[in-house]
Every structure is written in structure tokens, then in C-alpha cells.
């Protein structure tokens, strides 16, 4: 622990950051069902922690709390470089917090409530003549597609999260390491874990919120069954070449562990191609994960592709663009909302 | 009914001399004498005209109505019912009163103005002197023209102010500047008596206009007041004659008059002969409904009038300043006067006025030119042997000197008569001798007066001269002076004739024409006959007593020049007294102004004003200072205090709002 | 003791004892941490009372928004540890016994007043936050309006005071 | 089921504590974060109310909605008050309540 550092502080910071983007986590539901099969006698176990009325509200909470984390670091660091990265930080995320919430209200309005479970069921079903998946990024029923309240949310959430090209806190070429530049071990570690932690929730909203949760793409005739098989398809030829890939791996270790890794993929593979009730369990959730893992993909391509803001600009775009925007979205949204349910 | 072009618009006679004080006060300050004179001549002329022609219409209009002219120009105070309606208008009256008056005033004023163009000549302040002299006119006519006693009041204070602008016109002079305070203030304490006098009036018959209060008088039902009584009609006729005293230099307020002859010769002249002192006879013979309802009142207005008569003749024997003789005389001629108005002969004591008017005038003009010959110098003990040298002013005062010292058949004499005989008379039912001794005290009056007045002609012009003939170089007047002199010497002698008839049996046609108001009253208790043969008998006597006053004189200080040092000092004592004019200045000094000026410096300066006033006032400013020391402290600025005060605050708001829930509380934590 | 009361005394505790830290600690960030503190566990309080919707608000606005400006305003005058002046002499002697006072007063009359108008049959009933929108929307909405109006001059007001007078 | 006095004495004690930080502190930032912490306490006592009283149709939200304007209301003072705090700190180099004693900037 560098020397002059409040302690106490020092000590909450990563503490505060992991703990808070974690129980974000928590009212993030992953499946509409509870597992089939009871645990505990007869306890039945949902695919979420807690799932309640305001949970959109208690995740925008949580996700506020979390600037703490970054500006306490700065500043208990004692130190010039994680003091700027702290408070560019603070202000960034107070500063987009407002476009994040503004360009969530759209969809709250088209499913009339906080509650995330049930604003996926809104979005299942089909629209535009049954042709596309009514999730709302596209979906006219209920309201006006998200599209623009979806940009505007995934770049506040990008920024949010202190993710490039908004990572000024941590700005390599003018802070060090920007608010952890005097973390080391395992303290650093919990703030890339709560970093990436956030990262997930973030992909998680997006998808819920936006592009219809659990909801597959696909119509739910039983034409298209078929595709209940799309998890099983993906899995086994994913897990067969990342057993072909660790056998010539070049450590003896990669050359046991990975094999195993990939059998036990291929295995779940085969085990819901064998089991068609697990495989109906498990749609819904490998939808939403598929989906976070699009966002968390795109994230990474976002990193390697985009350049780093300047101050001026991030903050121009923050209030003059994205805040604006969103509000305009909303009052449209509005509008629409109000015009399905005069009709 | 005739037309009236001045009659219906009074308001020019006084109008105009107020335009020309107003003109020369403004602009006169730039302009040579002569615009000053043509406005200020042209002004005075003017109103004389005008007020000739009022009267003439007033004599027409009278001739039809029988009654009072009058007019109401505007409401001046109007108080609602509220205050019990009262009603003051700038209203003006004409009746024989009036007239009598307006003219003497316009008439004499004229001539004087004429006179001080030349006496005035070589005086600085010349527009000054105009512009008060035309104010004067002005105040004095609204004060014989006022139908309602507060518009005379205003006219009385305004000529008050006039005088005393006047007296201190030299106001360099210290003797001057005193005079003129001293006659505003004695003035003052008569103006006192006369104000209480109009309250008491105006609560009694809730008016002040003439016509209406004496209306109301002679109707009330009130009986007249006896004497001893003090009822309404006395006091407020004493409180009325209190402010005659002032404005008349009676007994005991005449000590003004004396000293304002510091003042320029023609101011002496107009104003504290002719017209200002006799303010107050006109407002007795004006109110004389009143004073007749009382007969205190009346007899107290003839013993003062008859003392101050003999008083002042008495001092006036012994005074060597030629002007302050002729106060002096001025003083007793007035007494004369309210003796006339004290028994009830008010018609006679307006004549004398008018009389007393043209050869009182005429006597300070006359003084004027002299001292204006001898280069300012005023005592007579440095002049004598004038007469060769300036002849007109000697015959126009010779013959005022006669005028006044009433030998027929000049005005004085006729004057002069009928007070004597309205004094003689004046109780002939009330079997008294009152009457009597008024009249022997007047009779010794008229001796002292004729004798003064001769020792005043014979030291002036008789005699060896006094003087120095190389310093000064006596000159007569210019004709500017002489003219006025001439003419008033002319009415002096026919003045009196309108009376003359009564000698051999006739009508006094100025009783006559006054009669309108006042009722004529023949009460002597004696048949017509017998009235005329005593009225013959006392114009003898009367006429004896002047001549001897003039013999006493002759012999005095024609024949033995010696004789009156010796009785000086034979007489060291009365001498003494009568030149220190019985002591009065020194007394009043002694008993009243001494005490007053040791009361405001002692009381009123040093305590009440420096202790009280500005003691309270410097200290409430400084227990503001006091206080905003303490209070400052709590406005530190420092947000903590304030903090606290805020706490303290909400803690009291709880407690007021929620006392009922609060009391049974407190209640079980004392139990 | 129920489970309710038992959260409730768990959640005042926090409360009052951060309370008392934002009064002890000497420098302003543990202040404000303290602050943070009293208002997480005033949510958790809204929350068991029922009132999801001000426990949500709480949280993002006042832990979210507003606390962290005060965190950012402390980081960025360097505000360090407090100087223990003491030229108020009221507020030094006076003013513990007067805020004493006032809170016993409050207590006081908050509870009698509580107890008179509260009553058990209707407490605790949960209140859905469409209620509240509603609410807001109709009942309210002249208040709500001049709210934003506030807001409005509340920011232009910040901006005013905050800019460096261009020279 | 918590007694509502529970709550009310609880806001009591947090505005006392309020206003002792506000006495006490010299700080401004932080007499700021005790005014904040008084209104918390008003907040308070406003929810327990609205639980407590008798409800008008259906349910009685009126003091949650008090407390949102509160809170409104907060929000934008601490936009004004930081921003006057921070030209106080640039003008007087000095956050000390009774140091900034001239009643003006």
C-alpha cells in the first residue's frame, strides 16, 4: 500500500466497485421459468436473484453508486494522476447518467413498468406482419422502435462503464493508469473485475431492454422448432474443436485441461440434443447470453477500433447530443404510446 | 342702481399699491428714482382716485339702499359644518366709516409719497423705501376695507410688518434695528389680546363678519353690561381694545411709538401719525356695537385714553428731540381719541382723527424739512431763529402747530371741542362726575399740548440761532417736500369747518354723515339750547386754555430764555422724571424684559432647549447608536451564529405551535 | 421481535451512526462517505416502509447525483481537513444544548402528532409506483411543472456561478 | 410492523444530528451535507407519514410525493450551492464558514 494513502478509503474503493457492479447483477433475470427439477426439497429456484417491480430503478441505483468506487480510489491515492482520473470519472458518469436513464424511458413506457422480466414478455411475439421479432428496437406495437434510445443508451452505457473510446479515467498516454494508477494485486483485480462485471450488466440491459431478453428471433410456430436445436449445434463442433485445438497445444498443461473443457461443452451438447425438456429450459437463456455476448463482443471491437475522445468532446457529447437526443426519443415515444392507446 | 365700475371691484384700491411695492421690490433695485417714483406716485395715486370715485359711487349706491356697501370677492377659509361653518372671505365693505378712512389713508399717503421723492432723494435704499411704503398702503387699506375682522387682521399684522420693515430701515443702525423689534414686539402683546378677542367672539356668534356679529349682537337679547360686569360683550371688548393699546401706543403699550422714530421722517409722518397708530381707534369705533353693549369696557377705554393723554403731554413738555415731541403729542392726540370713543363719542373721535391726521402730518413733514435744512440735525437746542430762513416750512407749521394746539378756526379746534363736549356730557343721565374729570384732564391736556407745541415752534424758529452757521448751511426744501406741506396745511385749517355749524347752533355735518353707524346719540340730558350755550362755554374755555398754553410758552422761551433752565432745576425731581419719561423703558426693562431675557437664557436656552430638546434628540440618536453597537455584534457575518439563531427560532415557532400538546407534557416531567 | 422491527433498528443504527460520523470525522470526503452511508440506509428504511419508488429515487439521485457532486466539488478544491476555529462563541456554547432541545421538542410533539393521526388499519400498504406517476401527473402536475422551472433556473444559475469571467 | 413513532423519533434524532453538524462544522461542503442530512430526516417523517395516514382511494402517496419535490429540490440547490461554494473557495483560498465573514463574495 503506497505510503500517505487514506487507508480506509484506500481499502473501500475496490471493495465498493466490485460489490455494487455485482448486485447489479442480482435483478438481472436470465430465463422466464424456474429450473424443472426442485433443489432443497422442493424449493423452486428462478433464474434470477430478485425480480422486483422497480428493478430497472434499483439497477440504475446500484450502477450510480458505483462512481464511488472510482472517485474514492482517485482520491484516497493521494496521489495527482488517480486524482484527475477520479474526478473526470465522477463527472463523466454523473454526466451520462442522465442520456442512460433518459434513453431507457422510451421502453419503459411501451411495457409500463420497471419490472425487467416482464418487459421482456413485451417484447415477445411478432410485428411487423409477423415478419420480425417485436423486440423494441424495431417493434411498432406498444409504441415506436427504440432505435435511436438504444444508441443513445449503449454509448451512455459505454461511457458509463469508463469503456473506450470513453476511458478517460484511465487514459493511458495523459494518467498513468488514470484512478487505479496506485492499486496493485488483487485491489487492481476487483476493480477490472467489477469493470468487466459492469461490462455484462451493461450487455445484459441492452439486450433485455432493447432486443427482447430471452425472446429468440425466431417465430415460435413449429416450423421453426428447429431452431431449438441452434444451442446443441453451436455447442458440440465448438466443443470437438477446442479439443482438436488442445491436444497440439504447446503446454502440457493447455494439452490436459482444454480437452477436458472442450468434452464437457461437447457433452452439454449432447445432452440437450438428449434431453428435449432441458433444451426448451434452456432457449431462453442461451438467447439472452448469446445476446450479451454479442454486446460484449462488440465492446471489444469498439476498443480495437475506435480512438479516445477528448474531455471537451466527451462531455459536448453528453449533454449536447446524447441527453437532447433521448429526451426527443422520449417525447416521441410518448406521443406514440399515447396515440396506440387512444385507437 | 347706479353703476359701480370701482365700487363693484373694491379690491383695486388696494390692489394697486400692492402691484407698485411688488414692481419696485422685484425690479426697483436697477432703476433710477425716477421709475421708482412714477410706479410707487402712479400706484398711490391711482388707488386715491379710485378711491375718490368709490366713495362717489358709494354716496350714490347709499343714497338708494341705505345700507353698508359690500362685497364678496372669495371664500378664503371655508371649514364645512364639521367645524361649525366657519367662514372667512375676502370680503370688502364700504360705509361712512370707510370712506372717511380710505380717503384720509389714499389722500394722506399721496401726499407723503409726493413728500419722500424729495426727502428721500439722497437716501440709498430708495426702491426699498417705496416698495414698503406701497406695501404699507396696501395692508392699511385691506385694514379699513376688511368686512370681517380676520381680513382686518391681516391688514393690521401687515401694516405691523410695514412699520417695522420702516422704523429699521436703517437697519444699520443699531437704535434702528431695536426700534423696529421692539415696536413688532410690544405690537405683539397687543396682537395677543385682539386674536383671543375674535376666538371669544367667534365662539360666541360663530361669525366674524362685521355685519353678521353685530347683526347677531343686536339680537342676541344679550343686555348691555354694566358697569363692574364682565360678561361677554366686556371681555372681548377689552381683549379687542388690548390690541388697540398695541397697535395706538396706549397706556401701558405705548413705549414703541417713541423709538420708532428712528425711522425716516415720512414714515413718522404716514405711519406712526396719520394713519397705522389710529388702526386701533378705528377698530373701537368699528366694534363700537360691541363696547356699547358694555360700559366697563367704555369707561376703561376713556381713563386710559385720558391718561395716556395727559401722560404723554406731560413727558412731551421736556423732550428736546423735535420728532420725539411730536410722538410724544401723537401719543396724547390718540389718547384724546379713545377718550372720545370711551364716552361713547365716536363720531368725534373718528373727526379728531382725520383732524389729527392732516396736522400731525403735517407737523412731521414740516420737521422733516427742518431737519432736512439743518442737515439731520433733530434737537432743538442746536436750531432756533429758522423762521427768516425757511419760510414755507415755518407757516405750514406755524399753522399746524395752531391746528393742533386748537385755536379756532382750525380743524384741531373743532375736534378737539367735541371730545371735550362729548366728555362734559357723557354722564349727564347717570348723575357721575366721571365725565367731569375726564374733561378736566383733557382740558389740562389741551393747555400742555398748545404749550409743548409752541416751545417746539418758538425754540425751532424763534430765537437767537444755536447752531453753527458755518457748518451748517441751512437751505429750504425742494418743492417735492413743500407741496404736500402746503396742501396739508390748507386741509388742516378748513379740515375742521364740516363741524363748524354746531358753534352757532348748526348740525355737525361729519356726525352727521357718520350717524348711520354710528347711532347719533344726543343722551346729553339738557335741551338743545342748553347744549349749544355749554357747547359755546367749553369752546371758550377750551379756546382759554390753548392760549394760555401759548402765553406760558411766549414767556417761557421768548421773553426770559433763562426761566427754564432755572425751573429744571428747581424742579430737579420732576424734571428728571418727565425727561426720563417717567422711567417707563427702564421699569418695563426691570420687570419684563430683564426676567424674560434671564428666563431664556437661564431656563429656555441652557436647560430646556440645550438639556431638554437637544438633549432628548442627541440622545435618542445616540441610544440608536448605543443599541446598533450591541445589535452589530450579532451580525458577525459568522454562518454558525446565525445557525444558532436559526435553532432558537424553531425551537420558539414548536413551542407557540404546539403549546397544547406540549403543556400536559411538561406537566408529567415536573410531576 | 419481528423480522421488520429487527431491520428497522439495524437500518436506524446505520443511519444515526453515520449521522454522528458526518459530524465527528474531521475531513469532508469521510463526511460525505458518512452522508452516502445515511441515505443507503434511509433507502432501505423507504423500502420497508413500502415506498419503492422515493427508495429508488433516494438512491440514484441523492447517492447517485447529488452526493457525487459533492465528492467531485471536495476532490476538486482539495479540500483538506477542517481548521477547529471556534469565533462563534454561541455556537460553541449555546449550541448543543439548543439542538439537544430541538430534538427532544420534535420527538415530542412528531409523536404525539404521529400517533394521533396515524392509524394502523391503512399503514403499510404498498403503494405501486404507476401511482405515484399518476399522482405526479394529475393531482400534482402544477407542482411538478414549477419543478422543472426551478430545475431551469437551478442549472443556469450553476452555470452562471461557475464560469470562469472570461478576460 | 414498525410503529410509525419508531420512524418519527428516528427523523427527529437524524434532523437534531443535522443540526448539530450544521452548528458544529466549519466546513461549508460539509454544513451543505448536513443541511442535506436535515432534509433527509423531513424526508423520512414525510414517507413514515404517508404510511401512516388513512388512506384516500386506495393509497395515500402524497407524502411520497413530497418528498420527490424535496428531493427535486435538493438536487437543484446543490447544483447552486456547490457552484456559489466553489467561487467562495476560489475568492477567499479558504472553505472555512468563519473565515467567509464579510457578507459578501
Redesign the interface.
Given at each position: 500500500m503506497p505510503g500517505g494513502v487514506?487507508k480506509?478509503?484506500y481499502l473501500?474503493a475496490p471493495f465498493l466497485a466490485l460489490t455494487l457492479s455485482l448486485a447489479s447483477l442480482a435483478v438481472i433475470p436470465f430465463g422466464p421459468k424456474p429450473l424443472p427439477f426442485p433443489f432443497f426439497g422442493g424449493h423452486q429456484i428462478d433464474l434470477w436473484i430478485t425480480n422486483?417491480?422497480?428493478g430497472l430503478?434499483?439497477l440504475?441505483?446500484?450502477t450510480?453508486?458505483g462512481?464511488?468506487g472510482i472517485?474514492?480510489a482517485?482520491?484516497a491515492s493521494n496521489s495527482k494522476y488517480p486524482?484527475l482520473g477520479?474526478?473526470r470519472s465522477?463527472?463523466q458518469?454523473?454526466s451520462y447518467?442522465l442520456a442512460l436513464?433518459m434513453s431507457v424511458v422510451g421502453v419503459v413506457l411501451m411495457a409500463?413498468t420497471?419490472n425487467l422480466s416482464r418487459i421482456i414478455d413485451a417484447q415477445s411475439g411478432r410485428t411487423l406482419w409477423g415478419i420480425l421479432p417485436a423486440w423494441n428496437i424495431i417493434s411498432f406495437h406498444g409504441g415506436f422502435p427504440q432505435l435511436v434510445g438504444f444508441f443513445c443508451f449503449f454509448t451512455a452505457a459505454i461511457a458509463e462503464t469508463n469503456r473506450v473510446p470513453f476511458d478517460l479515467p484511465e487514459a493511458e498516454s495523459e494518467l498513468v493508469a488514470g484512478f487505479h494508477t496506485e492499486y496493485s494485486s488483487f485491489k487492481f483485480a476487483m476493480f477490472f473485475i467489477a469493470e468487466y462485471t459492469s461490462m455484462i450488466t451493461v450487455s445484459a440491459l441492452c439486450a433485455i431492454l432493447f432486443f427482447g431478453g430471452w425472446n429468440s428471433p425466431f417465430p415460435a410456430s413449429d416450423f421453426w422448432k428447429f431452431t431449438h436445436y441452434l444451442p446443441s449445434v453451436i455447442l458440440i463442433p465448438f466443443g470437438l474443436w477446442v479439443i482438436y485445438d488442445g491436444i497440439k497445444y504447446e503446454t502440457i498443461w493447455g494439452r490436459l485441461v482444454l480437452p477436458v473443457i472442450g468434452s464437457v461443452i461437447t457433452l452439454i451438447g449432447a445432452v440437450l440434443l438428449a434431453f428435449p425438456a432441458i433444451n426448451e429450459f434452456v432457449q431462453a437463456p442461451f438467447w439472452l447470453l448469446a445476446k450479451i455476448f454479442f454486446f460484449l463482443f462488440f465492446y471489444v471491437w469498439t476498443r480495437g477500433t475506435l480512438p479516445r475522445f477528448r474531455y471537451d468532446q466527451l462531455m459536448n457529447i453528453g449533454w449536447k447530443l446524447l441527453l437532447p437526443v433521448s429526451i426527443a426519443n422520449v417525447i416521441v415515444t410518448a406521443g406514440f404510446v399515447l396515440w396506440r392507446a387512444g385507437k | 342702481m347706479p353703476n359701480q365700475p370701482i365700487l363693484e371691484h373694491l379690491w383695486i384700491i388696494p390692489l394697486l399699491p400692492l402691484l407698485g411695492a411688488t414692481i419696485n421690490g422685484l425690479f426697483g433695485a436697477r432703476w433710477p428714482n425716477k421709475i421708482v417714483n412714477t410706479v410707487a406716485l402712479s400706484a398711490t395715486g391711482l388707488s386715491f382716485l379710485s378711491a375718490l370715485e368709490a366713495v362717489r359711487e358709494f354716496l350714490a349706491y347709499y343714497e338708494q339702499m341705505h345700507q353698508a356697501f359690500r362685497k364678496e370677492f372669495f371664500d378664503w377659509i371655508f371649514t364645512g359644518a364639521a367645524a361649525g361653518n366657519f367662514r372667512v372671505g375676502f370680503d370688502l365693505q364700504m360705509d361712512q366709516l370707510t370712506v372717511v378712512m380710505v380717503l384720509v389713508v389714499t389722500g394722506v399717503g399721496f401726499l407723503i409719497h409726493i413728500y419722500s421723492t424729495g426727502y428721500m432723494a439722497h437716501e440709498g435704499g430708495y426702491y426699498r423705501f417705496f416698495s414698503y411704503l406701497n406695501l404699507f398702503m396696501f395692508f392699511m387699506l385691506i385694514l379699513v376695507l376688511a368686512a370681517n375682522y380676520v381680513l382686518l387682521f391681516v391688514g393690521w399684522e401687515g401694516v405691523g410688518l410695514a412699520s417695522y420693515l420702516l422704523i429699521g430701515f436703517y437697519f444699520l443702525k443699531k437704535s434702528a434695528s431695536d426700534a423696529g423689534k421692539k415696536a413688532f414686539i410690544v405690537n405683539r402683546i397687543g396682537d395677543f389680546g385682539f386674536m383671543l378677542g375674535m376666538f371669544l367672539l367667534f365662539r360666541k356668534f360663530n361669525t366674524l363678519d362685521f355685519s353678521q356679529l353685530f347683526a347677531a349682537v343686536e339680537k342676541s337679547g344679550l343686555p348691555a353690561e354694566g358697569w363692574g360686569v364682565f360678561g361677554i360683550f366686556t371681555v372681548a371688548s377689552l381683549l379687542l381694545f388690548m390690541g388697540a393699546t398695541g397697535k395706538s401706543a396706549q397706556l401701558p403699550l405705548y413705549v414703541w411709538l417713541p423709538d420708532a422714530m428712528e425711522g425716516p421722517t415720512p414714515v413718522s409722518a404716514l405711519i406712526h401719525a396719520a394713519t397705522m397708530v389710529t388702526a386701533g381707534v378705528y377698530v373701537v369705533a368699528r366694534s363700537h356695537i360691541l363696547f356699547q353693549h358694555s360700559e366697563t369696557a367704555l369707561v376703561v377705554v376713556a381713563v386710559v385714553g385720558c391718561a395716556t393723554a395727559l401722560f404723554a403731554a406731560t413727558i412731551g413738555l421736556v423732550q428736546t428731540d423735535i420728532k420725539r415731541v411730536l410722538a410724544y403729542s401723537t401719543v396724547s392726540q390718540l389718547g384724546y381719541m379713545f377718550l372720545a370713543c370711551g364716552v361713547d363719542a365716536f363720531g368725534a373721535g373718528i373727526f379728531h382723527l382725520m383732524t389729527h391726521a392732516f396736522f400731525k402730518a403735517l407737523l412731521f413733514l414740516a420737521a422733516g424739512s427742518v431737519i432736512h435744512a439743518m442737515g439731520g440735525e433733530q434737537d432743538m437746542r442746536h436750531m432756533g431763529g429758522l423762521s427768516s430762513k425757511i419760510k414755507v416750512t415755518y407757516w405750514t407749521m406755524l399753522i399746524a402747530t395752531i391746528a393742533i394746539a386748537g385755536f379756532p378756526p382750525l380743524a384741531g379746534f373743532f375736534s378737539k371741542d367735541a371730545i371735550l363736549f362729548g366728555a362734559f356730557t357723557v354722564d349727564g343721565e347717570s348723575g357721575g362726575n366721571g365725565g367731569h374729570i375726564l374733561y378736566a384732564i383733557g382740558l389740562l391736556t389741551a393747555l400742555l399740548t398748545s404749550f409743548y407745541m409752541f416751545r417746539l415752534v418758538f425754540l425751532t424758529f424763534h430765537g437767537k440761532q444755536r447752531y453753527d452757521e458755518h457748518h451748517v448751511h441751512v437751505h429750504e426744501s425742494p418743492w417735492s417736500m413743500l407741496g404736500p406741506l402746503v396742501v396739508l396745511a390748507v386741509l388742516s385749517v378748513v379740515g375742521g369747518w364740516v363741524a363748524a355749524p354746531a358753534l352757532w347752533g348748526g348740525k355737525d355735518h361729519f356726525t352727521l354723515f357718520l350717524s348711520p353707524i354710528f347711532a347719533a346719540h344726543e343722551a346729553t340730558g339738557l335741551s338743545e339750547a342748553a347744549a349749544h350755550s355749554l357747547e359755546l362755554i367749553l369752546a371758550g374755555v377750551a379756546i382759554a386754555a390753548a392760549t394760555l398754553g401759548l402765553l406760558t410758552a411766549f414767556w417761557l422761551y421768548l421773553r426770559q430764555p433763562g426761566k427754564p433752565a432755572q425751573f429744571a432745576k428747581s424742579l430737579q425731581p420732576v424734571y428728571k422724571t418727565l425727561l426720563n419719561k417717567y422711567y417707563v423703558d427702564e421699569l418695563y426693562a426691570a420687570t419684563v424684559v430683564r426676567p424674560l431675557v434671564w428666563i431664556s437664557d437661564h431656563v429656555l436656552w441652557k436647560i430646556v432647549d440645550v438639556e431638554a430638546i437637544d438633549g432628548t434628540v442627541n440622545g435618542i440618536a445616540q441610544g440608536a447608536t448605543a443599541v446598533g453597537d450591541r445589535v452589530r455584534r450579532t451580525q458577525?457575518g459568522?454562518a454558525?451564529?446565525y445557525?444558532?439563531?436559526v435553532?432558537?427560532g424553531?425551537?420558539v415557532v414548536?413551542?407557540i405551535?404546539?403549546w397544547p400538546?406540549?403543556r400536559p407534557?411538561i406537566g408529567m416531567v415536573t410531576k | 421481535m419481528?423480522a421488520?422491527?429487527v431491520i428497522?433498528f439495524v437500518l436506524?443504527a446505520l443511519?444515526?451512526i453515520g449521522?454522528?460520523s458526518?459530524?465527528l470525522q474531521k475531513?469532508?470526503?469521510?463526511?460525505?462517505?458518512s452522508?452516502?452511508v445515511?441515505?443507503?440506509a434511509?433507502?432501505g428504511?423507504?423500502l420497508?416502509?413500502?415506498?419503492?419508488?422515493?427508495a429508488?429515487?433516494?438512491?440514484?439521485?441523492?447517492?447517485?447525483?447529488?452526493m457525487?457532486?459533492?465528492?467531485?466539488?471536495?476532490?476538486?478544491?482539495n479540500?483538506g481537513e477542517?481548521?477547529?476555529?471556534?469565533?462563534?462563541k454561541?455556537?460553541k456554547f449555546?449550541?448543543?444544548p439548543?439542538?439537544?432541545?430541538?430534538?427532544g421538542?420534535?420527538?415530542?410533539?412528531?409523536?404525539?402528532?404521529?400517533?394521533s393521526?396515524?392509524?394502523?388499519?391503512?399503514?403499510?400498504?404498498l403503494?405501486?409506483?404507476?401511482?405515484?406517476s399518476t399522482?405526479?401527473f394529475t393531482t400534482?402536475v402544477y407542482?411538478f411543472e414549477l419543478?422543472s422551472f426551478?430545475?431551469l433556473?437551478?442549472?443556469m444559475?450553476?452555470?452562471?456561478?461557475?464560469q470562469r469571467e472570461k478576460s | 410492523?414498525?410503529p410509525?413513532?419508531?420512524?418519527?423519533?428516528?427523523?427527529?434524532?437524524?434532523?437534531?444530528?443535522?443540526?448539530?453538524?450544521f452548528?458544529?462544522?466549519?466546513?461549508i461542503?460539509?454544513i451543505?451535507?448536513?443541511i442535506?442530512?436535515m432534509l433527509?430526516a423531513v424526508?423520512?417523517?414525510f414517507?413514515?407519514?404517508?404510511?401512516?395516514?388513512?388512506?384516500t382511494k386506495?393509497?395515500?402517496?402524497?407524502g411520497?410525493?413530497f418528498?420527490?419535490?424535496v428531493?427535486?429540490?435538493?438536487?437543484?440547490?446543490?447544483?447552486?450551492g456547490?457552484?456559489?461554494?466553489?467561487?467562495t473557495?476560489r475568492n477567499r483560498q479558504s472553505?472555512?464558514v468563519?473565515?467567509v465573514?464579510l457578507l459578501k463574495l
Open positions: 487514506d480506509f478509503v473501500l422486483p417491480d422497480i430503478l434499483i440504475f441505483a446500484v450510480a453508486l462512481v464511488y472517485a474514492l482517485g482520491w486524482l477520479g474526478l465522477s463527472a458518469m454523473v447518467e436513464t409500463n420497471f | 458577525s459568522n454558525r451564529s445557525a444558532t439563531w435553532v432558537v424553531a425551537l414548536i413551542v405551535l404546539f400538546t406540549l407534557m | 419481528s421488520p422491527l428497522f436506524a443511519a444515526v449521522a454522528i458526518l459530524i475531513h469532508p470526503i469521510h463526511s460525505a462517505l452522508l452516502i445515511v441515505m443507503v434511509l433507502a428504511l423507504y420497508l416502509i413500502g415506498a419503492e419508488f422515493v429508488a429515487v433516494q438512491i440514484i439521485v441523492y447517492g447517485g447525483a447529488i457525487v457532486l459533492f465528492v467531485l466539488v471536495i476532490m476538486l478544491l479540500a477542517e481548521e477547529r476555529t471556534n469565533f462563534s454561541l455556537a449555546g449550541g448543543l439548543l439542538a439537544l432541545a430541538l430534538t421538542l420534535l420527538a415530542a410533539t412528531m409523536t404525539k402528532h404521529g400517533a393521526v396515524a392509524n394502523p388499519e391503512t399503514a403499510g400498504t403503494a405501486p409506483t404507476g401511482q405515484i399522482l405526479l400534482f407542482p419543478t426551478l430545475i433556473v437551478a442549472i444559475g450553476a452555470l452562471v456561478l461557475a | 410492523m414498525v410509525t413513532q419508531y420512524y418519527l423519533i428516528l427523523s427527529a434524532i437524524l434532523f437534531g444530528l443535522g443540526v448539530v453538524a452548528v458544529f462544522r466549519r466546513n461542503i460539509t451543505f451535507m448536513s442535506e442530512l433527509n424526508n423520512l417523517s414517507v413514515a407519514f404517508s404510511q401512516a395516514m388513512p388512506a386506495g393509497h395515500n402517496l402524497d411520497q410525493i418528498v420527490l419535490f428531493i427535486v429540490v435538493a438536487a437543484a440547490e446543490a447544483a447552486v456547490l457552484g456559489i461554494i466553489i467561487l473557495a472553505l472555512n468563519e473565515r465573514d
